[in-house]
T-cell receptor, first 115, second 113 residues
């Protein structure tokens, strides 16, 4: 059973470009969570999605960031017009059930560098 | 590849007592970092404690301490004087020096009054 997969693992973008980060949850998991890890800080929750629905986006910046989890295909975290402050590691996790106390399985992360 | 294993999906403890959460990892690296994160309902991942592999002394943060056994690749978290607010998911994480991070599947801790 393949774990949570994220790609690309490393992404370099120039200021003003768009970044698309993909997350394929574990087989059978329909809940996806995105986290951002800024240098020297812990993980910060961004958004929680279930298939085709955004359940909780309280941690998502109001502008330039969006997330989706379509019926078919991976979840996508999209950052438009990237700025240097967006440089971070972005982790995706998935779970089979809803709720914060359910097991979450984390992907290896995508490291975004904005130059 | 690095893997992190948390063998206890669920744990419970009485308030004011001590509980130990287990974590083992697999790596061929010599230099790395280990972390314990706490995840409350907000889903924020709060860093509880951090250990550098080159340090032999076990890290301690107030009621939280670790038992780091490098040869055994074991990194357990001890919570003393458990409080109701400690109820949460706890994740063990491993990070190589190039910031490549891996997480365990989590342990669900319930503190009972």
């Amino acid at each position: 059973n393949a774990g949570v997969m994220q790609n690309p693992r490393h992404l370099v973008r120039r200021r003003g470009q768009e970044a698309r980060l993909r997350c394929s949850p574990m087989k059978g998991h329909s809940h996806v969570y995105w986290y951002r890890q800024l240098p020297e800080e812990g993980l910060k929750f961004m958004v929680y999605l279930q298939k085709e629905n955004i359940i909780d986006e309280s941690g998502m910046p109001k502008e330039r960031f969006s997330a989706e989890f379509p019926k078919e295909g991976p979840s996508i975290l999209r950052i438009q017009q990237v700025v240097r402050g967006d440089s971070a590691a972005y982790f995706c996790a998935s779970s089979a059930q809803r709720g914060y106390m359910d097991e979450q399985y984390f992907g290896p992360g995508t490291r975004l560098t904005v130059t | 590849a690095q893997t992190v294993t948390q063998s206890q999906p669920e744990m419970s403890v009485q308030e004011a007592e001590t509980v130990t959460l287990s974590c083992t990892y697999d790596t061929s690296e010599n230099n790395y970092y280990l972390f314990w994160y706490k995840q409350p309902p907000s889903r924020q991942m709060i860093l509880v404690i951090r250990q550098e592999a080159y340090k032999q002394q076990n890290a301690t943060e107030n009621r939280f301490s670790v038992n780091f056994q490098k040869a055994a690749k074991s990194f357990s978290l001890k919570i003393s004087d458990s409080q109701l607010g400690d109820t949460a998911m706890y994740f063990c994480a491993f990070m190589k020096v190039d910031n490549d991070m891996r997480f365990g599947a989590g342990t669900r801790l319930t503190v009972k009054p």
